[in-house]
């Protein structure tokens, strides 16, 4: 069975300042990683993915994320914080198991202070 | 161009009342997904179709729920007896045949008073 937790449900950070949103992960076969963010109101958007190969990735509007297998983490980072970064934001699972059917994480609201 | 929708945005319903939920995915997409999001939660799995035929309806909480594709394209969660525990939003994605990544409308807000 599939598993994310999310730690931290809210992370607040200054304007500039680094972002750091974590994610741990179980998986019994090798994991599918994702990031989505989710503005009020609105679906989700896909930030990131992994899925095979280079274990660092780069999602859209400056945000990346390391899969580290030792570790079942896939943190998401962004180097300096805008105040449009502010959202809330789901890791997900899936595997070949799975047909892609994701597991979230219960999501991590994010806010940036001026 | 253009991405999944979800129609209605808003749906108020009664308590034992019967509702239905659509989603049009994007174009030539094979695979659909419906998710529910409670408050304060990340999207759970309800049920997955993969042209016309549910893959896999392993989340859905009770026979209450139900859905449909009978053409491989537009989908529809059919909910009856409605109670006010399935107030959520109700969230739809597609994804290309093979393709991990999925791509999710804006949702249906449920509310069942």
Redesign the interface.
């Known amino acids: 069975a599939q598993s994310?937790t999310q730690l931290g449900?809210h992370v607040s950070v200054s304007e500039g300042a680094l972002v750091l949103l974590r994610c741990n992960y179980s998986s019994s076969v090798p994991p599918?990683l994702?990031w989505?963010v989710q503005y009020p109101?609105?679906?989700?958007?896909?930030l990131l993915?992994y899925?095979t190969g280079a274990t660092l990735v780069k999602g859209i509007n400056g945000f990346e994320a390391e899969f580290k297998k030792s570790e079942t983490s896939f943190h998401l980072t962004k180097p300096s914080a805008h105040m449009s970064d502010a959202a809330e934001y789901?890791c997900?699972v899936?595997d070949d198991t799975?047909?892609?059917?994701?597991?979230?994480?219960?999501?991590t609201t994010l806010t940036v202070k001026p | 161009g253009a991405g999944v929708s979800q129609t209605p945005s808003n749906k108020v319903t009664e308590k034992g009342k019967y509702v239905e939920l659509r989603c049009d995915p994007i174009s030539g997409h094979t695979a659909l997904y419906w998710y529910r999001q409670s408050l304060g939660q990340g999207p759970e799995f309800l049920i997955y179709f993969q042209g016309t035929g549910a893959a896999d309806d392993s989340g859905l909480p009770n026979d209450r729920f139900f859905a449909v594709r009978p053409e491989g394209s537009v989908s529809t969660l059919k909910i009856q007896r409605t109670e006010r525990g399935d107030s959520a939003v109700y969230l739809c994605a597609s994804s290309q045949t093979g393709a991990r990544e999925q791509y999710f409308g804006p949702g249906t807000r449920l509310t069942v008073t």
């Not at chain 1, 109101?41 to 896909?46: E, F, H």
């Open positions: 994310v449900s599918y994702f989505y109101n609105q679906g989700l958007q896909l993915k899925t789901f997900a899936s799975n047909a892609g059917k994701s597991t979230f994480g219960d999501g």
